[in-house]
T-cell receptor, first 115, second 113 residues
Framework: DAGVIQSPRHEVTEMGQEVTLRCKPISGHNSLFWYRQTMMRGLELLIY????????DSGMPEDRFSAKMPNASFSTLKIQPSEPRDSAVYFCASSPTGTRFGEQFFGPGTRLTVL | AQSVTQPDIHITVSEGASLELRCNYSYGATPYLFWYVQSPGQGLQLLLKYFSGDTLVQGIKGFEAEFKRSQSSFNLRKPSVHWSDAAEYFC???????????FGDGTTLTVKP
């Protein structure tokens, strides 16, 4: 399996622009997580889905952030409008059921810079 | 509130020395426990996990961890550190056994030659 795939790997944009981050989870995994990592705040869970349904979005910082999972193989995290304080590395992770339940498989991350 | 504490922000050890990274969590029941490693510029990778049974668990790369219920701890150990072990280490706890983990703030390991 190719693992969790994230695109783009790097994104540089200007304040006020819309940013869309994409994630393809590992096939067969039914949970998907979006995290944000910064030096100041560490690793923060933004939202997680189970069977494509958002279960907990309490970590989404504000209304500028939205996430969707239209099917089991694709998810997006959108920031509109973006601000410099959104600069961070955004990770997507997926998790299976069965014997490996609870173990999260992380993608390589998207490094976002908002100027 | 449920929390995960990694008391050491940064640890430096010499290559070949032993290593112990601490992790404590707040909760009464037995949660699911994980250690992840993050190399620079990479995502997190699972080292090992504990769900039940033997409280000493073995993981990849020669790491092990011991669950101590009385101390609410899940410390990570390695008998002999290699330079390639330099990375950031995260303890994670699934308090509700529902598949969602709370991560500690991480411990950065530096390995001296």
């Amino acid at each position: 399996d190719a693992g969790v795939i994230q695109s783009p790997r790097h994104e540089v944009t200007e304040m006020g622009q819309e940013v869309t981050l994409r994630c393809k989870p590992i096939s067969g995994h039914n949970s998907l997580f979006w995290y944000r990592q910064t030096m100041m705040r560490g690793l923060e869970l933004l939202i997680y889905f189970n069977n494509n349904v958002p279960i907990d979005d309490s970590g989404m910082p504000e209304d500028r952030f939205s996430a969707k999972m239209p099917n089991a193989s694709f998810s997006t995290l959108k920031i509109q409008p973006s601000e410099p304080r959104d600069s961070a590395v955004y990770f997507c992770a997926s998790s299976p059921t069965g014997t490996r339940f609870g173990e999260q498989f992380f993608g390589p991350g998207t490094r976002l810079t908002v100027l | 509130a449920q929390s995960v504490t990694q008391p050491d922000i940064h640890i430096t050890v010499s290559e070949g020395a032993s290593l112990e990274l601490r992790c404590n969590y707040s909760y009464g029941a037995t949660p699911y426990l994980f250690w992840y490693v993050q190399s620079p510029g990479q995502g997190l990778q699972l080292l090992l996990k504990y769900f039940s049974g033997d409280t000493l668990v073995q993981g990849i790369k020669g790491f092990e961890a011991e669950f101590k219920r009385s101390q609410s701890s899940f410390n990570l150990r390695k008998p002999s550190v290699h330079w390639s072990d330099a990375a950031e280490y995260f303890c994670a706890v699934d308090f509700t056994n529902a598949g969602k983990s709370t991560f500690g703030d991480g411990t950065t390991l530096t390995v001296k030659p």
